[in-house]
């Protein structure tokens, strides 16, 4: 747990394309820190720091693209179905990507000592990052609507959507270990109150 006396540190997750980011987008409104780990990932593996030069002592030149970014889904390619590989690849960025995390954190516990930081997180359950959060949240949808929002957003097949579901933790075991859950179905007014809502019991709990 990374936090002060007041402040709160929310671990915020959910399944592939059940509506985090929206989730997220929301609690910013609210006044909460939002803390992206995709995007801190990203940032890790940019050209020419360590981690990039990691990945491409593991991985080779190929998983770049002509800019010498890291091409991801070259790199996914790489690592998807292979778990040494992938754990690899994770013991390459999951450290980087948590000191920042916590830099990150105390950065807004300093500006505001009473702040909610929600740190939203793809692998919450999975990495044991929920044992270093206040509390934790989940996101969830329905199967069809998480398959119909991969198929419009990303252009998968259906078969590609259920693949890309099935390789993430059951959302049933999700909700079983979160402490509050949101449903990413509801019409988008239903979900803000929702989501103040809960702003605001945080807020009072911190």
Known sequence: MISSAAMILVGLTGGIATGKSTVAGMFKRCGAVIIDADALARDV?????????EIVKAFG?????????????????????????????????HPRVAREQIRLTKQAARKDPNA?????????F??????????????TADRETQIARLKTRNGLSRAEALRRIKSQMPLTEKRRRADFT??????????KKQVRSLDQLLRTSA
């Not at 949101?182 to 979900?191: C, E, K, S």
Request: glycine content about 8%; aromatic content about 4%.
């Open 116 to 124: 909610v930081v929600i740190y939203d997180v793809p692998l919450l």
């Open 61 to 93: 030149k190929t998983v770049l693209n002509p800019d010498r970014t890291v091409n991801r889904p070259a790199l996914g390619g790489k690592v998807f179905g292979h778990p040494a590989k992938l754990r690899q690849l994770e013991r390459i960025i």
């Open 126 to 139: 999975e990495a044991g990052i929920d044992e270093r959060v206040d509390t934790t949240i989940v996101v």
């Open 45 to 53: 593996v940019q050209p020419g720091k360590p981690a990039w030069r």
């Open 182 to 191: 949101l449903d990413g179905t509801l019409p988008l007014p239903q979900l």
